[in-house]
C-alpha cells in the first residue's frame, strides 16, 4: 500500500514568507508526528496528533508554527514569517497505534524547506 | 526526560568489515529501543526494535541487544555490504504518546 506522502518535496521562501507543508498519512493510522531535522543532526519531534486534536505540541519552536489535522488524516504544518533559522528538512510519521511506545513510525520523505 | 548519544561519525569501512555503532541511553523506565536507517535519497525506516531488557532485536544481518545494566542499545553486523552505506539514528520514545527522540546520527560509508 501507499506510504506516507508529503508535499511539496522541496519549498524555496524568502525571510518573512508564510508556508504550508502537508503530510498524507497511511491510510488508517490515528497517530502522526511531525518531526524537524537540521543539516547533520537527527530528527526533532515537533508535534503529535491523536486523530484531530493535537495531543502534544511542545516541540514547536514558537508561536509562528502551527499544525492542523482537521479530519484525522490530512496534516498541514503552517509556518508564519519565516526566519532564515528555519531551514531544514520537515518529516511526517504515522503510526497505526495512537500513542505506546512500540509501535512502528513510518516516515515519508520529507519536505526540505530554504529560506533566503 | 529522556535522551540518547550516539558515537559520531563518519563511519568507514571495507565490505565484509565488522560493524558496530554505539548508542547509549537515559530514560525513565524502559521504554521500547529503536535504530533507524536513512539510505541516501530515501526516507527514514526502521531497522530493527527492541521492546524490554535483553531483547535482541534484529533485520537484514544487523543486531542490537537491550542491555539495562548499561543503558546500551549498539548496532553490530558482521560483515558489511556496499548497500549498506547510509545514516542511521538510534532512538527511544519519550512521554506517553509515542513521540521519539534521536541521537544525531552516524554515517556509515562501505567501500568496496
Known amino acids: 500500500g501507499a506510504g506516507v506522502s508529503q508535499t511539496p518535496s522541496n519549498k524555496v521562501t524568502e525571510k518573512g514568507k508564510y508556508v504550508e507543508l502537508r503530510c498524507d498519512p497511511i491510510?488508517?493510522?490515528?497517530?502522526l508526528y511531525w518531526y524537524r531535522q537540521s543539516l547533520g543532526q537527527g530528527p526533532e519531534f515537533l508535534i503529535y496528533?491523536?486523530?484531530?486534536?493535537?495531543?502534544?505540541d511542545s516541540g514547536l519552536p514558537n508561536d509562528r508554527f502551527f499544525a492542523v489535522r482537521p479530519e484525522g488524516s490530512v496534516s498541514t504544518l503552517k509556518i508564519q514569517r519565516t526566519e532564515r533559522g528555519d531551514s531544514a528538512v520537515y518529516l511526517c510519521a504515522s503510526s497505526r497505534i495512537a500513542g505506546g511506545d512500540h509501535y512502528e513510525q513510518f516516515f515519508g520523505p520529507g519536505t526540505r524547506l530554504t529560506v533566503l | 526526560g529522556n535522551s540518547v548519544t550516539q558515537m559520531e561519525g563518519p563511519v568507514t569501512l571495507s565490505e565484509e568489515a565488522f560493524l558496530t555503532i554505539n548508542c547509549t541511553y537515559t530514560a525513565t523506565g524502559y521504554p521500547s529501543l529503536f535504530w533507524y536507517v536513512q539510505y541516501p535519497g530515501e526516507g527514514l525506516q526502521l531497522l530493527l526494535k527492541?521492546?524490554?531488557?535483553?531483547d535482541k532485536g534484529s533485520n537484514k544481518g544487523f543486531e542490537a541487544t537491550y542491555r539495562k545494566e548499561t543503558t546500551s542499545f549498539h548496532l553490530e553486523k558482521g560483515s558489511v555490504q556496499v548497500s549498506d552505506s547510509a545514516v542511521y539514528f538510534c532512538a527511544l520514545p519519550s512521554g506517553n504518546t509515542g513521540k521519539l527522540i534521536f541521537g544525531q546520527g552516524t554515517t556509515l560509508q562501505v567501500k568496496p
Open positions: 491510510s488508517g493510522h490515528t497517530a
Open positions: 496528533f491523536q486523530g484531530t486534536g493535537a495531543a502534544d
Open positions: 527492541a521492546t524490554k531488557a535483553d
